[in-house]
């Protein structure tokens, strides 16, 4: 690939997607967004509420990928460790932003209720605040981190606000067509595509429905004259071994 | 804590999760079943089809955790290439399984359609079979690492397969009980029950049901007498704070 590319690692912080109590969304969420930016996400890690991971993934992350996006640990509860644990792993320390507690303090609660909550309202020194339109505690990013809520909701508001602020290549283009065929039966003249046009991610996802196996093709890239090339290709193919190629999206 | 802990590790291979284009649910599915085993996982990685990545991670976490669980990349296409990076991670060669070959051939198919499809018949050296109840070919094991089919479905079933054939610890229990509170309203109280059951580990989640704000807070350990006493102690810092405790499962 000569093209430049903007990478991503998506950090999903908490026990509860471990032990299977919660289904992840967020993952899903960031990398379709990111993706229309330009941004490409190339690794996700679901890690526990244990400070010493935390760091070391952040750090890890940090300098392996353009840009980290964090999810979950930021609320007022002792499990809420995030925050802190970013400020470790920048090595700075950890105050309260007065943007952030004069919004926390906007609604009124028993003095060891506004202290739970203002434990929302620390960032690492030096971080730049990411808003929240559902009216809550802002987010906070630092260097290349981005540090949302784990709430879906409250995560995506979040992540809305970044538009723009990033610095995104070509955004990714997809193709994707799927026939009632067995992977098998058209795995030699897919390689033969795929080796064909470099610049392209061909994958090939099979499913089953109504009782019948199917594939789903799916081409991703940032040139859409190969796109549509390929395309055409892989239609061609599908027509081939006696079967219907439907197309069923284009992004 | 002095019990020994059984942990995994959930390797989700595929570049369909990191674009968004799939939701995954594995990790979901193999953190429920492992705990009933008895066996937490304490990290998932989502990473693409690329094989000093799958190489890389594969090692990595076969050397930190006790198990290793993959989904998804042994299918028949280019992108399928979870088989050669097993392979490689256990510095083995790749053969062809006779008994994977053998239940493959059992369809017939032209030749080209079989020789793709032979793909998944070839194992590293050494590795034991994952049996595939759905009748399509088996996954496989080597050395703590466990190979399984990205497609809900037949993950499903081949992980079903190993029950009895891992080494867990007492299982995981739980319990749980939501309140229409704030997490601020009982975050200090809560940190101080935290504090006296070591053993069990306390997750406080906030939810939004009917625009009202919630708090799911949820026990889990080994130790039911613990369990039972620290859920008594919760339920009281709720009614406490004036709102009624909802117990909304025991597992």
Redesign the interface.
Known sequence: MTEQITTACVLVIG???????????N??????QL?EWGI??????????VEE?IVAAVREASRRFDYVFTTGGI??????ITADCIASAFNVELAEHPEIAARIRQRE?PL??????L?MARVPHGARLIDNSTGGPQGFAIGNVYVMAG?P?VMQAMLSTLEGQLDGGAP?R?RSVTAFL????I??P??EI?ARYPNI????????RDGRYGTSL?M?GTDTGDLDAMLEDVKSIIIEAGESPREIESG
Chains 1, 2 share one sequence.
């Open positions: 026990n509860e997607i471990l032990t299977g109590r919660t289904q992840d969304t993952l899903n969420h960031i990398a379709r993706n490409r996400v190339r690794e996700a890690r679901v890690i526990p509420d991971i609320g007022p509860t002792h499990d809420d609660a060891d209720v506004m202290a739970a909550r434990r709430i909701s990714v997809s067995g992977e098998s039966q795995a030699r897919l390689g795929q991610d061909l994958g090939s996802y099979p499913f089953v799916v991703r």
